[in-house]
């Protein structure tokens, strides 16, 4: 297994919900490691650039309006595999679809409002990282 890093946001509902705190137990829980972590209120721009390749999807601008209703907590997670692992964590985009004991079938609402993100592999994860975090953010050990 190769160390990966993967970021992980809690999204706007999630925090509005006081249930980011559980998401990070449960993260710590599973053994990742917090390389980084913050909590930013993106503007719309913002958000049309960090999910620019849904550009062209139906819900593309309901999503990024979606991710600027209030703050987002970011993080980098570290793990063997973490990309994946954190994927399995968070279960399918759609809640009504995800595992019993998946972060999204216990606190998302919708499939937009799906209180998770993860990075679905590595070449958007070298993306998705330095969108949000610079260099001296990162905390390895
Ligand atoms: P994420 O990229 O946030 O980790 P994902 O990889 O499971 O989620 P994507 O297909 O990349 O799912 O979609 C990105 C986000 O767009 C979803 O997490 C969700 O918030 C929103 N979304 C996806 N499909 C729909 C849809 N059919 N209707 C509304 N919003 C959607
Ligand atoms: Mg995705």
């Not at 137990?25 to 849904?54: C, P, Q, W």
């Not at 600027?68 to 980098?76: E, N, Y």
């Not at 009504?96 to 679905?120: L, Q, Y």
Request: aromatic share 8%.
């Amino acid at each position: 297994m190769t160390t990966q890093r993967t970021l992980a946001i809690v999204k706007p509902d999630a925090v509005a919900k006081r249930v980011a705190g559980q998401i990070v137990t449960r993260i710590e829980n599973a053994g990742f490691t917090i390389v980084a972590l913050k909590l930013i209120h993106m503007s719309l721009d913002e958000a049309r650039g960090f999910y620019i390749v849904h550009r062209e999807r139906p819900f593309y601008q309901s999503l990024c309006e979606f991710m600027t209703q209030g703050p987002c907590l970011l993080m980098v997670l570290e793990a063997d595999n973490a990309i994946q692992r954190w994927r399995d964590l968070m279960g399918a985009t759609d809640p009504a679809k995800a595992a019993p004991g998946t972060i999204r079938r216990d606190f998302a609402s919708s499939i937009e409002a799906n209180a998770v993100h993860g990075s679905d592999s590595p070449e958007s994860a070298a993306v998705e990282i330095p969108y949000f975090f610079s260099s001296l953010e990162l905390c390895p050990r």
